[in-house]
């Protein structure tokens, strides 16, 4: 492996340990859910999920999950309050 291959190695692992340098813009992501699949989306800071859960309520686990994983590259999903 040549010198330059090696240099950039070494940076994104160096890289790797600053996650707060990655802020992520547009993600999707294929769920694997204990009955079914869902599809979580995340563009400029709006999720959604084609669950049913997230379109009563504007959040759900499958979104929460991958805010958890993300946490500080991507913008919290704003839950919409219980219907009265
Ligand atoms: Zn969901």
């Known amino acids: ?5 090696i240099g950039k190695i070494e940076k ?3 890289y790797s ?3 707060d ?3 992520i ?3 999707k992501v294929t769920f694997k859910g204990d009955h079914h699949d869902h599809l979580v989306s995340y563009n400029d800071g ?4 084609d669950c049913s859960f ?11 999950t991958v805010e958890r994983v993300l946490a500080g590259m991507v913008e919290p999903a704003e ?3 219980m219907p009265a």
């Not at 709006?46 to 999920?49: E, L, V």
């Not at 997230?54 to 929460?64: L, N, P, T």
């Open 17 to 19: 340990q600053e996650p």
């Open 1 to 5: 492996m040549d010198a330059a291959m």
């Open 21 to 23: 340098r990655l802020h």
């Open 46 to 49: 709006t999720w959604h999920c």
């Open 12 to 14: 994104a692992l160096q």
């Open 79 to 81: 839950a919409v309050p």
């Open 54 to 64: 997230f379109k009563a309520r504007g959040v759900c686990s499958h979104v929460m």
């Open 25 to 27: 813009n547009a993600l």
